[in-house]
């Protein structure tokens, strides 16, 4: 946990989540982020969330000061997401906003309004790599729409049906998240995982340098 933060200051730290470890506790969840935490101490809040399967960026507020002042940042949409992903196939269109309905999480038969902006970066191989930046915030959001629009994320066990890399971590990294408290703005990147980096050289895929892409 420690070596995974790559900013903190009294308010708030950027923790840059490594892939297997869930955020919240849950049914069979023995270890998680928010366990981490609260052991350091009862005043530090999460205030969004990764799946356990997806690596990145994660915020967490150290206050209670904090901790509403992002809940109102992320209610308002003033922060912003960009997330990094490797895909099979290529989509249609190299940039688009796609706007789908998906399951609500523990609600039968409901669903809810999603959007995502995606562009294409570089395609080789049969394998896309896309940046994503969610409007919204769903549970799975881009793993269902990498998948609605024909390129399912390498590694997604649940929505990508294809045997092509079999037993490959998801290929899914929360990479930038800017945002703006008290007129002070702040952007930070994460360091791309090592099965990120190892894919790439055994498939013989040239990695898109993102670390320089104006966000």
């Not at 950027?14 to 366990?35: C, E, P, R, V």
């Amino acid at each position: 946990f420690d070596n995974s933060i790559i900013y903190e200051n009294e308010n708030f730290l950027i923790l840059d989540k490594w892939h297997g470890i869930a955020t919240q506790g849950g049914t069979n969840i023995s270890l998680s982020i928010d366990m981490i935490i609260k052991n350091i101490s009862s005043k530090y809040n999460l205030v969004h969330r990764l799946d356990k399967e997806t690596s990145g960026l994660l915020i967490i507020a150290k206050n209670l000061e904090y901790t509403k002042i992002f809940g109102h940042l992320f209610k308002s949409h003033e922060i912003k997401k960009f997330y990094y992903a490797l895909c099979e196939g290529k989509p249609k269109h190299s940039e688009s906003i796609v706007n789908l309905d998906i399951p609500i999480k523990d609600k039968k038969n409901l669903k809810t309004k999603t959007q995502t902006y995606y562009k294409l970066l570089n395609y080789r191989k049969g394998i896309s790599q896309i940046l994503f930046s969610p409007k919204t915030g769903k549970t799975h959001q881009l793993r269902i729409v990498s998948k609605n629009i024909g390129c399912p994320i390498i590694g997604d066990d649940k929505y990508n049906y294809s045997n092509s890399f079999n037993n490959e971590k998801l290929k899914l990294n929360a990479f930038n998240i800017k945002f703006e408290i008290k007129s002070k703005k702040f952007n930070f990147k994460s360091i791309l995982p090592k099965h990120f980096i190892d894919f790439t050289k055994v498939n013989n895929i040239k990695i898109f340098n993102i670390q320089n892409i104006n966000l």
